[in-house]
């Protein structure tokens, strides 16, 4: 059984930085494709960031040159690294498979960015 944990989230100002992580139990990261995706409230969750096995990584356009996602292979640990945070990033993070089908159920609780103008 696949369990996912987030953390790292918190409310921070325009500008600022966090450094999300995702451990996982059931999986290793480095034989899976694995992303970030995140929910605003009253929002569809969406896409942020990808890597692949062979460290290949892809973003959605709005994080591009702000945000970078890596693995610690050794700890099996997901990183999202957010800088210059916008407000429009505020919404709860979760890491996952990659690509994640729509029956994955693998989903942990997330973790909440906040950004204050």
């Known amino acids: 059984q696949v369990q996912l944990v987030e953390s790292g989230g918190g409310l921070v100002q325009t500008g600022e930085s966090l450094r999300l992580s995702c451990t996982g139990s059931?999986?290793?990261?480095?034989?899976?494709?694995m992303g970030w995706y995140r929910q605003a409230l009253g929002e569809p969750r969406e896409f942020v960031a990808r890597?692949?096995?062979?460290?290949?990584?892809m973003y959605r356009d709005s994080v591009k040159g702000r945000f970078t996602i890596s693995r610690d292979d050794e700890k099996n640990i997901l990183y999202l690294q957010m800088n210059r945070l916008k407000p429009e990033d505020t919404a709860k993070y979760y890491c996952n498979r990659w690509p994640v089908g729509t029956r994955n159920t693998d989903w942990g609780q997330g973790t909440q960015v906040t950004v204050s103008s």
């Open positions: 890597i692949l096995p062979s460290n290949t990584t």
């Open positions: 059931g999986i290793i990261f480095k034989f899976n494709g």
